[in-house]
């Protein structure tokens, strides 16, 4: 069967003296072996990577250890002003709303979701374990760096997609959505009130936003496999209706 190709932002890396553009290679594996789609990376070159749209039958805003700058949602603070990526924000944000423009499938993880949700006029918590009653939301050392840490009750699509109304998940951020985007509907939240899961209401296509890391052993859980098969098929079903044009 014909492979989807799925774009993946890059992110702008310092490495050995040069400026790279990167990512987890986990990201392209996970599409690889449950989506049914060749990933290439989209270099964080800002908006005129909207030109690559006419040759990608979906997005997957990826995850990222750097935070979106907080001028983007207009914060007056700065709590991370050396975790930034402002190259990568100008690339992913325009891309964002040109891809949910033209209906193309769009599967947001952790700084993808952050992304989402700043680009549709939200804010975002710059650290949420910092805020009164919510747990730590980061990553664990090592090997238990991806370990499952907490429960997510899921709701509407994600629910039905993931076939569970609870699941368990990894957890590797620590900023989080404060205010959401109008247009976004909450899908999945955890036992602090922390928003996990959105849905883009009335979307042309696909376009489900997680906090937490589907794509880490991505075969191994059920309902990670099961988002990622969703997403799969919805590219596949636009590459047709594109080709069939
Ligand atoms: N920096 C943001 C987003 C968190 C995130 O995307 N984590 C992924 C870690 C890097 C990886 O993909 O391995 C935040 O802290 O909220």
């Not at 979106?68 to 990568?88: N, S």
């Not at 979307?203 to 890391?213: E, L, P, S």
């Amino acid at each position: 069967m014909t492979q989807s190709i799925i774009g993946i932002p890059a992110c702008t890396k310092f490495i050995a003296g040069y400026v790279q553009h990167a990512t987890p290679a986990r990201y392209g594996a996970s599409l690889i072996a449950a989506s049914n789609a060749i990933p290439i990376l989209i270099p964080p070159e800002g908006e005129q990577m909207r030109g690559l749209l006419d040759r990608l039958d979906g997005i997957m805003f990826n995850g990222s250890p750097s935070n979106v700058a907080p001028l983007r949602y207009g914060a007056d603070f700065d709590a991370t002003p050396d975790a930034h990526d402002p190259e990568r924000d100008a690339t992913t944000i325009p891309l964002i709303l040109a891809a949910l423009d033209r209906g193309i499938p769009v599967l947001c993880i952790c700084r993808g979701m952050q992304e989402l949700n700043v680009a549709l006029g939200g804010t975002l918590f710059q650290e949420v374990h910092l805020q009164p009653g919510r747990m730590d939301h980061r990553s664990g050392e090592g090997e238990h760096r991806f370990a499952v840490k907490h429960e997510v009750t899921l709701s509407g699509e994600l629910a039905r997609i993931s076939g569970a109304e609870t699941i368990q998940v990894n957890s590797l951020h620590g900023q989080a959505i404060d205010q959401l985007a109008a247009g976004l509907v909450v899908e999945g939240t955890a036992p602090d009130g922390t928003i996990e899961a959105v849905r883009v209401e009335g979307a042309k296509n696909f376009a489900i936003a997680v906090q937490w890391h589907p794509e880490w052993e991505v075969t191994h859980f059920p309902d990670r496999k099961r988002l990622f098969n969703a997403f799969g098929d919805a590219c596949a079903a636009y590459r047709q209706s594109r080709d069939s044009v």
